[in-house]
T-cell receptor, first 113, second 113 residues
Framework: DQQVKQNSPSLSVQEGRISILNCDYT??????FLWYKKYPAEGPTFLIS?????DKNEDGRFTVFLNKSAKHLSLHIVPSQPGDSAVYFC????????????FGTGTRLTVIP | DSGVTQTPKHLITATGQRVTLRCSPR?????VYWYQQSLDQGLQFLIQ???????AKGNILERFSAQQFPDLHSELNLSSLELGDSALYFC????????????FGSGTQLSVL
């Protein structure tokens, strides 16, 4: 049972435009959400996170939005750069204390120069 | 460089065999996590250790086991290997055990022939 879903396997965006990556979750007990970026032959690297008490968190070109009622979060990258081309994973963790993350299946972002 | 070291990077073995994957967490991190990523799948949580004790268990098969040693490094043992066990195995670490980002190693690519 996939509790975190990324329904778009891939996304292509022109350099300089906005990239919007989406993620849906089913478990209302999730209270911490993260985005990871993964390049080929490397492990995932942390990008940005948001606690369930917030609805927006911004870090430079990256902004994560959380809509708890819709169980939906999104990652906005503005402006998109060719170096942003990677696989992006959405992840969530529960309130129960253990920190294991539940990951989505990833979205491959390609930024076209 | 995340500071998490995984060895070996690649492992090729035959069905029925047993292998051991090793992970050294970031300096000071007490929690170690193991994830499995099969082809075109998200990262599936296997197991978490915190300061030598098992903290959380995910979809880990009975043929698989793990431990965390006093020096905090961890090993994942996979036995009676099957073709379907071929995957990328990631180790991650974090300072504590709740609501924080994980730092991932670059993974061990296991191929069972």
């Amino acid at each position: 049972d996939q509790q975190v879903k990324q329904n778009s396997p891939s996304l292509s965006v022109q350099e300089g435009r906005i990239s919007i990556l989406n993620c849906d979750y089913t478990n209302s007990m999730f209270d911490y959400f993260l985005w990871y970026k993964k390049y080929p032959a490397e492990g995932p690297t942390f990008l940005i996170s948001i606690s369930s008490i917030k609805d927006k968190n911004e870090d430079g070109r990256f902004t994560v939005f959380l809509n708890k009622s819709a169980k939906h979060l999104s990652l906005h990258i503005v402006p998109s750069q060719p170096g942003d081309s990677a696989v992006y994973f959405c992840a969530a963790s529960l309130q129960t204390g253990a920190n294991n993350l539940f990951f989505g299946t990833g979205t491959r972002l390609t930024v076209i120069p | 460089d995340s500071g998490v070291t995984q060895t070996p990077k690649h492992l090729i073995t035959a069905t029925g065999q047993r292998v051991t994957l090793r992970c050294s967490p970031r300096s000071g991190d007490l929690s170690v996590y193991w994830y499995q990523q099969s082809l075109d799948q998200g990262l599936q949580f296997l197991i978490q250790y915190y300061n030598g004790e098992e903290r959380a268990k995910g979809n880990i098969l009975e043929r698989f086991s793990a431990q965390q040693f006093p020096d905090l490094h961890s090993e994942l043992n996979l036995s009676s290997l099957e073709l379907g066990d071929s995957a990328l195995y990631f180790c991650a670490s974090s300072p504590h055990s709740t609501n924080e980002k994980l730092f991932f190693g670059s993974g061990t690519q296991l191929s069972v022939l």
